[in-house]
Structure formats: structure tokens, C-alpha cells
């Protein structure tokens, strides 16, 4: 009987978004619900493991942690992309990497989540009403502000076609950005000068690479107006964390919505989480019922097919 660890399961949602039943008499199933940052810990607990079973990102597999694996033969990421997994070291050691689809809207919609929570202000507003308190602050409008999205691949045109239907103006701008893209979706292609400087709110829609890792940092921050708002549901690592933190906490910038961090989990005692002028959500723009039942649906039909000396959904 193979052994197949599930990691990183923080919500505990794996067992139930899918019926393990087709896999049970092959496979010995264990569910790790906690985070293990270092790899000397994540190699001891792995170890003994054929099967392993991961969350996106949230636990890197890099070669020299598939070199302390020697019983590891299958590892399936949720997603058919996972820049944290050495692909070239997993074929070297001959372990097979799968992948699972990811539905496409989620993370748009949790981008908007954190807009309207930051325009209307939905946290603050909450925690008054459960102190007994009422109508303490304005929230603004959306319609008519501008909205700037940089990044306009898969997830930008699903945020700024929302933008649109409320009134919004607008914007857009990357490296590779042209102008037959933008008119594709009706949006408005301006400088990278201009978009932090004329968006009220400016949201991230980005893949990390070595192009747009730290792409984002203090001059963009210091363009951008007094009363504008930050939003990065991408990854992290794009922005200048120190800028970031600077601008919020200078009032160069109004607040900002955040689900991604260079480091995650999030420390306890990290500073953003002691900002009052942030919206943090924990890396859950993806964490929906519907993509976890995908998820774990296709993890088991993957392991099966292994199982059966068929591999299916194989990452090249």
C-alpha cells in the first residue's frame, strides 16, 4: 500500500471536496493541516511518503528537498502551474509532478472583495457596530473614480470589466502591454507614470518572474494620490515590500488589500498586520468550495491513473 501525505490542508477541506473512495484500498491517506516553513522539518515528516498531495505555493519543492525524499514517486500540486516545484530535479530523481485545473474567476472576484471592503470601508464599519458604536467615517464612491490594473493577461480583463459595469474609468499598464489588447476589453493603455498617478485604486494582476519580481516600489508609491488604494491579490515578491509599508504608513497612500505576502504564512508580528489603513486576507483569492472540490476531485483521478500505471494531467 502506498502512502500519500496531504499538506498544507489549513482549512481542513481536502477529505471533504472529494470521495477518496477510488484511491482507499491502495493508498494509506494522512492530512497535515499545519505549515512547516523549514526544510529540514518538511524533509523528516515527507520522508516515509510515495504520495504527496500540495496546496499551490504554499510549500516549495526545490531540489534539495527532492533529494531527501527517496521514497517520494508522485507529487500532485493543485493547478497546472507551480513555480515552486523544480521540475527539472523531480525528473531527475524520477518522480512524476501532476496538476489539477483552477477555475478562472476566483481571484478576480476576491480582488473586488478587497476594493469595495477598502472604498466602503467594511472592516472598520463591522468592528464599530460590534462595539456598540455608529457612523464613524465616508466611505467613497466607485463610479466614476479610475481604476488601474496592471497586468491585463487572464485576471485583468475579468477586474476591469467589474470596474466598468460600476461606472469605473479604466486604466492599464505592463511591460508588454499594446494597444490592440487594451481595446480588446475597452480599457484605456497609459504609462506606467500615468497609472499610478490618476488611479484612486491600482490593482495587481501579474505572473512572478524574474521581470516582475520587486517591480513595484517606492517611486511608483510616491505617484500615486494621498486618498488612492493598493491592491495585490498576484504575489507578493512583485512589490517592494519596505515601499509598500513606507507608503501606508507615511499616508502617502490611503490603504491597501492584500492577500499575498513575501512571506507566508504571514509572521504574527509582522507590521502590516498592525496597520489600520489595510485589508489582509490570507492568500485565500483562490480558496473558494467550488475550486477546492475541482482541486481535490482531480488530485484523486490523478492518483488513480498513476496508480494504474497511467499518469494523466503531467507537468512538463
Not at 504554499?58 to 507551480?82: C, H, K, Q, V
Not at 518572474?209 to 505617484?223: E, M, Q, T
Not at 509572521?267 to 486576507?281: C, E, F, K, Q, S
Request: glycine content about 8%; hydrophobic content about 45%; some cysteine.
Amino acid at each position: 500500500m502506498k502512502r500519500l501525505a496531504v499538506i498544507d490542508d489549513y482549512e481542513n477541506a481536502a477529505l471533504g471536496s472529494a470521495d477518496w473512495a477510488t484511491i482507499g484500498d491502495d493508498v494509506e491517506i494522512s492530512v497535515f493541516d499545519d505549515h512547516l516553513a523549514d526544510e529540514d522539518t518538511v524533509a523528516e515528516r515527507l520522508e516515509p511518503f510515495e504520495i504527496v498531495t500540495m496546496m499551490r505555493e504554499r510549500t516549495p519543492f526545490p531540489r534539495s528537498l527532492l533529494a531527501r525524499l527517496p521514497n517520494l514517486e508522485l507529487l500532485n500540486t493543485t493547478g497546472m502551474r507551480n513555480a515552486s516545484i523544480d521540475l527539472e530535479a523531480a525528473r531527475d530523481s524520477g518522480i512524476v509532478v501532476t496538476g489539477t485545473p483552477i477555475l478562472p474567476y476566483p481571484a478576480a472576484e476576491h480582488a473586488w472583495a478587497l476594493i469595495i471592503a477598502l472604498a466602503k470601508r467594511v472592516p472598520e464599519d463591522d468592528r464599530i457596530m460590534r462595539e456598540g458604536r455608529w457612523g464613524e467615517g465616508l466611505g467613497v464612491g466607485l463610479n466614476g473614480k479610475t481604476l488601474g490594473v496592471v497586468g491585463l493577461g487572464r485576471l485583468g480583463p475579468q477586474v476591469a470589466g467589474i470596474g466598468q459595469a460600476f461606472g469605473m474609468n479604466v486604466v492599464a499598464w505592463s511591460l508588454n502591454l499594446t494597444q490592440a489588447r487594451c481595446e480588446e476589453f475597452a480599457v484605456t493603455l497609459v504609462s506606467r507614470e500615468e497609472l499610478f498617478a490618476t488611479s484612486d485604486f491600482v490593482t495587481v494582476h501579474l505572473t512572478l518572474g524574474d521581470r516582475s519580481r520587486g517591480l513595484i516600489g517606492a517611486a511608483d508609491f510616491a505617484r500615486m494620490k494621498s486618498t488612492a488604494y493598493f491592491i495585490n491579490t498576484s504575489r507578493g515578491p512583485i512589490v517592494q515590500e519596505t515601499a509598500l509599508l513606507d507608503a501606508l504608513e507615511s499616508g502617502g497612500i490611503a490603504g491597501a488589500g492584500l492577500d499575498v505576502y513575501d512571506i507566508e504564512p504571514l509572521p504574527a508580528d509582522h507590521p502590516l498586520r498592525d496597520l489600520p489603513n489595510t485589508v489582509l486576507t490570507p492568500h485565500t483569492g483562490y480558496v473558494t468550495k467550488e475550486n477546492y472540490e475541482l482541486f481535490f476531485t482531480t488530485t484523486v483521478a490523478n492518483i488513480r491513473a498513476w496508480l494504474d500505471g497511467e499518469p494523466v494531467n503531467v507537468l512538463t
